[in-house]
């Protein structure tokens, strides 16, 4: 699907779901920062604190472009969809969406160790205003399921298959949603700066034959110790292009 500009916020995006966009890439004159916070602030206190970052950067909300989440461990269908339907009408509040289009990216990803009590920011990207940038992108998380169906579990690539051949089909089905979204934006895995892997399993099979083989892996591939949001989800990836990144 082709992407959309959305001038308020200074970038562009793929659509996807009602609760995240499939990624985002910077429009013309702005270029993308991202932001890790030293240990994951709830979600009402990080909305707080992301939208005084913004005005101490001259920047409006609408500027906010994409999240990565920590939440407590894997929900049901249900319960995701009632902690998306929250997340989305504080996206509403900043003026991020419009006609029922979300144009935010978006991980959200629970810890197996030391996850937080409730949903919360780890980090966040937003733009910033630059004459003459470089590629500037977030692509959102992927798990082994294709989106936009009526259901999760239905659709789960090799459920509950820890076999290596199991998670190689899983990592190919992510790669190749990581791709897609790459090539809607005019990229490929040559202007990513990170590469991050979610997972429990042991991943280290595929890590020549699907990851390395791909090019995807020219900086290294950050691997957090973490679940995808769902129940049933066993492996998740997301990229990035950025050339500025802080901590706060």
Same mark, same amino acid.
């Given at each position: 699907?082709?992407?959309?500009?959305?001038?308020?916020?200074?970038?562009?995006?793929?659509?996807?779901?009602?609760?995240?966009?499939?990624?985002?890439?910077?429009?013309?004159?702005?270029?993308?920062?991202?932001?890790?916070?030293?240990?994951?602030?709830?979600?009402? +206190?990080?909305? &707080?604190?992301?939208? !005084?970052?913004? @005005?101490?950067?001259?920047?409006?909300?609408? *500027?906010?472009? /994409?999240?990565?989440?920590?939440?407590?461990?894997?929900?049901?269908?249900?319960?995701?969809?009632?902690?998306?339907?929250?997340?989305?009408?504080?996206?509403?509040?900043?003026?991020?969406?419009?006609?029922?289009?979300?144009?935010?990216?978006?991980?959200?990803?629970?810890?197996?160790?030391?996850?937080?009590?409730?949903?919360?920011?780890?980090?966040?990207?937003?733009?910033?205003?630059?004459?003459?940038?470089?590629?500037?992108?977030?692509?959102?998380?992927?798990?082994?399921?294709?989106?936009?169906?009526?259901?999760?579990?239905?659709?789960?690539?090799?459920?509950?298959? +820890?076999?290596? &051949?199991?998670?190689? !089909?899983?990592? @190919?089905?992510?790669?190749?949603?990581?791709? *897609?979204?790459? /090539?809607?934006?005019?990229?490929?895995?040559?202007?990513?700066?990170?590469?991050?892997?979610?997972?429990?399993?042991?991943?280290?099979?595929?890590?020549?034959?699907?990851?390395?083989?791909?090019?995807?892996?020219?900086?290294?591939?950050?691997?957090?110790?973490?679940?995808?949001?769902?129940?049933?989800?066993?492996?998740?990836?997301?990229?990035?292009?950025?050339?500025?990144?802080?901590?706060?």
């Amino acid at each position: 699907m082709p992407s959309r500009d959305f001038v308020p916020g200074g970038y562009r995006y793929q659509p996807g779901v009602f609760q995240y966009s499939a990624g985002v890439a910077a429009l013309a004159g702005f270029r993308i920062e991202r932001v890790m916070l030293r240990t994951p602030v709830r979600l009402r +206190e990080g909305f &707080a604190r992301i939208e !005084a970052i913004l @005005a101490s950067a001259g920047r409006p909300t609408t *500027a906010f472009a /994409a999240c990565e989440l920590r939440s407590p461990g894997p929900m049901s269908e249900t319960t995701f969809r009632a902690f998306n339907e929250l997340y989305v009408d504080r996206l509403v509040q900043f003026g991020l969406i419009v006609d029922g289009a979300n144009p935010v990216a978006r991980s959200n990803v629970c810890p197996e160790i030391g996850a937080p009590a409730e949903p919360s920011f780890h980090a966040f990207s937003y733009t910033v205003e630059e004459a003459a940038p470089g590629p500037s992108f977030v692509i959102s998380g992927s798990g082994e399921v294709p989106e936009g169906k009526a259901n999760y579990r239905d659709h789960i690539i090799r459920p509950g298959d +820890e076999s290596p &051949a199991g998670l190689k !089909a899983k990592a @190919a089905f992510v790669l190749d949603a990581m791709e *897609a979204r790459l /090539a809607a934006f005019g990229f490929g895995w040559g202007e990513t700066t990170a590469v991050q892997v979610y997972t429990l399993r042991d991943f280290h099979p595929v890590i020549a034959d699907e990851i390395m083989a791909r090019g995807c892996g020219r900086h290294g591939i950050d691997w957090h110790y973490c679940r995808p949001p769902v129940v049933g989800l066993d492996y998740e990836m997301d990229c990035r292009g950025v050339d500025r990144e802080r901590v706060v």
